[in-house]
């Protein structure tokens, strides 16, 4: 899997670079964190880590190459999402492949303008071939199947068989939970959407909402 780099920088502001005068010493960690510059980025697992992922029964690693694409709804989290959709698909000829290829760029050129679509990525494992796609509600997920774009590739599908095996599945959101961001100044967790630390003010960066998710 090939992960970009995504780095967003950020200085505390120069309040919070000076300590008050109390009879309480703050760590010097506290004080380090309060100095140095935030950096998000992709960080993998050592080696180490990876060995003892591989062990565990079932476990696969796969190159590939993972293709994502934002929406409408981009600047929101996955903690929005009221519903999600998966696809899995195989393939067994090239010439229907590349049918199948053409056929699902098109319904994606559509998506760019598609109410309630937030995100979606797509990756091959082996030759399982899968796409997870966030939607803020079942109903706007529903509402793309049905437009002319998704209903011919659809009808393609069922007129020309150019995937093996194809699955499909809508599911709604259970529960959600917040997506905290824990300030490089204080500690606090707050709650996203924010652009400040809900503790002491800080400057927050919400990869999302600043349009950073993925930064090559």
């Not at 005068?21 to 010097?28: D, F, K, N, T, V």
């Not at 993972?66 to 929101?76: I, T, Y």
């Not at 056929?103 to 071939?129: D, H, M, N």
């Amino acid at each position: 899997m090939v992960t970009p780099l995504s780095t967003i920088e950020s200085y505390a502001p120069a309040a919070l670079a000076h300590r008050a005068e109390s009879g309480h010493a703050e760590s010097a960690m506290q004080t380090r964190k309060e100095l140095e510059v935030v950096q998000v980025k992709s960080i993998p697992p050592g080696d180490d880590v990876k060995a003892m992922v591989g062990a565990i029964p079932g476990v696969r690693f796969t190159p590939g190459v993972v293709v994502g694409q934002e929406g409408p709804e981009g600047h929101l989290g996955p903690e929005a999402a009221g519903a999600v959709l998966i696809l899995h698909v195989t393939l067994a000829d090239e010439n229907a492949a590349d049918r199948f290829w053409r056929t699902t760029t098109s319904v994606k050129q559509s998506l760019p303008e598609a109410p309630g679509f937030i995100r979606l990525f797509s990756l091959f494992e082996g030759v399982s071939g899968y796409l997870v796609a966030f939607w803020r509600t079942v109903e706007n997920a529903r509402a793309f199947a049905k437009s002319q774009r998704h209903q011919e590739a659809m009808d393609a599908f069922d007129r020309e068989r150019f995937q093996y095996s194809h699955f499909v599945g809508l599911f709604r959101a259970e529960r959600d939970h917040h997506r905290n961001i824990y300030c490089e100044a204080c500690g606090q967790a707050t709650p996203m959407p924010a652009k400040v630390c809900c503790g002491c003010g800080n400057s927050l960066h919400d990869v999302f909402a600043d349009g950073n998710a993925v930064d090559a």
